[in-house]
């Protein structure tokens, strides 16, 4: 089945202990995205990728970092997690650029105390 | 920067009456896509369009991308409780823009 798969699905950690919220697409996707969603705010894009080993910032990257070492993989990593990042986060995929249909992860909730 | 913005921000209809989002950007768009997220769920494509004044219908939904490329609408005609849920437009300025989300609109169904 078609899917990207994100872990973990919930997580409550706390501030400055680094943690990975990992995502895998079985799909052979080039372009991968995380966002965050927040209450009125809708999802905010936070890096991109376009293919393995490209990587580029969206609206707000502040306080995360991306790698793509592998095309079904795209970690996100919070070095120095702290309480404004606590949201709900999405991982997703598309064939090829943002402007194809996007398939989303069930998404991970993040609360960092 | 570009911003997309949606009104109404919530909506509550009863079963069988109409609904519109409307969807609207600060600058002209290139394209922009509709998505739908049910309650605990995740956000799932439904529609693209690209061509000032295109008209796409899917069943009951019936999207409306404006002349002016700067809005664009959905409509879901005799709403049923499985269209609970917040619609969400996503715009971008040219086609190698970065994917800009609106707020999204939240439609509760009283049946």
């Known amino acids: 089945e078609a899917q990207v798969t994100q872990n973990p699905r919930y997580l409550i950690t706390v501030t400055g202990k680094k943690l990975t919220v990992t995502c895998s697409q079985n799909m052979n996707h080039e372009y991968m995205s995380w966002y965050r969603q927040d209450p009125g705010l809708g999802l905010r894009q936070i890096y991109y990728s376009m293919n393995v080993e490209v990587t580029d910032k969206g609206d707000v990257p502040e306080g995360y970092k991306v790698s793509r070492k592998e095309k079904r993989n795209f970690p996100l990593i919070l070095e120095s997690p702290s309480p404004n990042q606590t949201s709900l986060y999405f991982c997703?995929?598309?064939?090829?650029?943002?402007?194809?249909?996007?398939?989303f992860g069930d998404g991970t909730r993040l609360s960092i105390l | 920067g570009q911003q997309v913005m949606q009104i109404p921000q919530y909506q509550h209809v009863q079963e069988g009456e109409d609904f519109t989002t409307y969807c609207n950007s600060s600058t002209t768009l290139s394209n922009i896509q509709w998505y739908k997220q049910r309650p605990g769920g995740h956000p799932v494509f439904l529609i693209q369009l690209v061509k000032s004044g295109e008209v796409k219908k899917q069943k009951r939904l019936t999207f409306q991308f404006g002349e002016a490329k700067k809005n664009s609408s959905l409509h879901i005609t005799a709403t049923q409780t499985t269209d609970v849920g917040t619609y969400f437009c996503?715009?971008?300025?040219?086609?190698?823009?970065?994917?800009?989300f609106g707020p999204g609109t939240s439609l509760s169904v009283i049946p």
């Open positions: 997703a995929s598309s064939l090829q650029h943002q402007w194809q249909p996007q398939h």
């Open positions: 996503a715009g971008g300025r040219t086609s190698y823009d970065k994917v800009i």
